[in-house]
Each structure stands twice: as structure tokens, then as C-alpha cells.
């Protein structure tokens, strides 16, 4: 029923720039607080951004200054826009929706962003 579907990974040299899409159906998208994470070979799975119903943002402190996140909900679209990438970003990104307090209950398939030395 909820579906999130994420697009927009590649492959990219440091210091270029990405912009991922995470498009939401079945899922009261205005309302729902949404984020990112990602996830590379041999790490934790790690919240990268998050934004909430009325657009306040968070991000970890290995990307602030780099990465925005927004969402249209017009377009139920959330979006994550990566710039002055660096190798140690490289991950499977995946979109994620908040239904209850805590956590994350709705997940993307997943997009692969590839950052190249």
C-alpha cells in the first residue's frame, strides 16, 4: 500500500553534485516527518537527513553544509540534494517515511550513489 520510490543515484567524482528523488504513494506524505539514509559495505546503517511536516531539518555532522533535503507536498516528493561529494559518500540511499513517534516505518528500495577518487 505505502510506497516509496527512490531515483536519482549514479556514479560521480569527488566534489560533484547529485540530486536524489524519493517519490511517496499510499502515504499521508504532508503530513509525515521523512529522511534519508544510507548505507556502504561494512557500516552501519546511518540517518543522513530528516525533515519534518513543517520543513524543519536535521542532518548528521558528516554531511551539514553539503546536503539539503527538502520535500514537495504538492508533488509528494522528497528530495536529497548531495554537493561536494567525497568518496567516503558512497552508499545504498534509501528514502524513508515516519508513521509513528519514533523511528522510521516505510522504506525505498534503494539507490546507489557512487563517488569515484
Known amino acids: 500500500q505505502v510506497q516509496l520510490v527512490e531515483s536519482g543515484g549514479g556514479l560521480v567524482q569527488a566534489g560533484g553534485s547529485l540530486r536524489l528523488s524519493c517519490v511517496a504513494s499510499?502515504?499521508?506524505?504532508?503530513?509525515?516527518?521523512m529522511g534519508w539514509y544510507r548505507q556502504a559495505p561494512g557500516k552501519e546503517r546511518e540517518l543522513v537527513a530528516a525533515?519534518?511536516?513543517?520543513?524543519?531539518?536535521s542532518y548528521t555532522d558528516s554531511v551539514k553544509g553539503r546536503f539539503t533535503i527538502s520535500r514537495d507536498n504538492a508533488k509528494n516528493t522528497l528530495y536529497l540534494q548531495m554537493n561536494s561529494l567525497k568518496p567516503e559518500d558512497t552508499a545504498v540511499y534509501y528514502c524513508?517515511?515516519?508513521?509513528?513517534?519514533?523511528?522510521?516505518?516505510?522504506w525505498g528500495q534503494g539507490t546507489q550513489v557512487t563517488v569515484s577518487s
Open positions: 499510499g502515504l499521508t506524505f504532508g503530513g509525515s516527518v
Open positions: 524513508a517515511g515516519r508513521v509513528e513517534r519514533f523511528g522510521y516505518q516505510y
Open positions: 525533515i519534518s511536516s513543517g520543513g524543519t531539518t
